[in-house]
């Protein structure tokens, strides 16, 4: 059973113009995402992270929100760059129980398009 | 500060064999997830280990093993290697715990079984 979704394997987006990521949950437990971006052969960096008790995150181009009703959570890029090209994962986790683990989605390919 | 390192980066086995891959940690954190990252699964979790100690583990069968060592540097054994075991291997360190801290991933092994 995949509790954390990202339906779209693949994203095209003009250089300049906004890229939204999408992600969905199943387990209302969860109180902690993540979005973890990926270059080929390197492992994945975090990018950035939101409580259950925020529905909104920002920092620089990256802005996450969440959706709680919905269990979807969206990361915005704006503007997009050649450099976001990379692979994104969504990840969320019970952060109040140390001993349960983040559960990450299978990731979006972000194209950026010049 | 070095980041997470792992070693080798690429291996090739054949079915049947065993192989070891080795994992050190951020300098001071505690906590050593392994993932599997194969095409379109993305990133499945496979064990953490925290202060020496398995403190959880994915849904692997039991040919996939790790342990991690007082400096806390892991490792991660798979014997009896399948073709399906071909994969990105990522491990990742935190200070407190994957879901209390935000990970730090190392660049990977990638294993090829023939």
């Given at each position: 059973?995949?509790?954390?979704?990202?339906n779209?394997?693949?994203?095209?987006?003009?250089?300049?113009?906004?890229?939204?990521?999408?992600c969905?949950?199943t387990?209302s437990?969860f109180?902690?995402?993540l979005?973890?971006?990926?270059?080929p052969?390197?492992g994945?960096?975090?990018?950035?992270?939101?409580?259950?008790i925020?529905?909104?995150?920002?920092?620089?181009?990256?802005?996450?929100?969440?959706n709680?009703?919905?269990?979807?959570l969206?990361?915005?890029?704006?503007?997009?760059?050649?450099g976001?090209?990379a692979?994104?994962?969504?990840?969320?986790?019970?952060?109040?129980?140390?001993?349960d683990?983040?559960?990450?989605?299978?990731?979006t390919?972000?194209h950026i398009?010049? | 500060?070095?980041?997470?390192?792992?070693?080798p980066?690429?291996?090739?086995?054949?079915?049947?064999?065993?192989?070891?891959?080795s994992?050190s940690p951020?300098s001071?954190?505690r906590?050593?997830?392994w993932?599997q990252?194969?095409?379109g699964?993305?990133?499945?979790?496979?064990?953490?280990y925290?202060s020496?100690?398995?403190r959880?583990?994915?849904n692997f069968?039991?040919r996939?093993s790790g342990?991690?060592?007082?400096n806390?540097?892991s490792?991660?054994?798979?014997?009896t290697?399948e073709?399906?075991?071909?994969?990105?291997?990522?491990?990742?360190?935190?200070?407190?715990?994957?879901?209390?801290?935000?990970?730090?991933?190392g660049?990977?092994?990638?294993?090829?079984?023939?």
């Amino acid at each position: 059973d995949q509790q954390v979704k990202q339906n779209s394997p693949s994203l095209s987006v003009q250089e300049g113009r906004i890229s939204i990521l999408n992600c969905d949950y199943t387990n209302s437990m969860f109180d902690y995402f993540l979005w973890y971006k990926k270059y080929p052969a390197e492992g994945p960096t975090f990018l950035i992270s939101i409580s259950s008790i925020k529905d909104k995150n920002e920092d620089g181009r990256f802005t996450v929100f969440l959706n709680k009703s919905a269990k979807h959570l969206s990361l915005h890029i704006v503007p997009s760059q050649p450099g976001d090209s990379a692979v994104y994962f969504c990840a969320a986790s019970r952060r109040s129980n140390r001993d349960d683990k983040i559960i990450f989605g299978k990731g979006t390919r972000l194209h950026i398009l010049p | 500060k070095a980041g997470v390192t792992q070693t080798p980066r690429y291996l090739i086995k054949t079915r049947g064999q065993q192989v070891t891959l080795s994992c050190s940690p951020i300098s001071g954190h505690r906590s050593v997830s392994w993932y599997q990252q194969t095409p379109g699964q993305g990133l499945q979790f496979l064990f953490e280990y925290f202060s020496e100690t398995q403190r959880n583990k994915g849904n692997f069968p039991g040919r996939f093993s790790g342990r991690q060592f007082s400096n806390s540097r892991s490792e991660m054994n798979v014997s009896t290697l399948e073709l399906g075991d071909s994969a990105l291997y990522l491990c990742a360190s935190s200070l407190g715990g994957q879901t209390k801290n935000i990970q730090y991933f190392g660049a990977g092994t990638r294993l090829s079984v023939l």
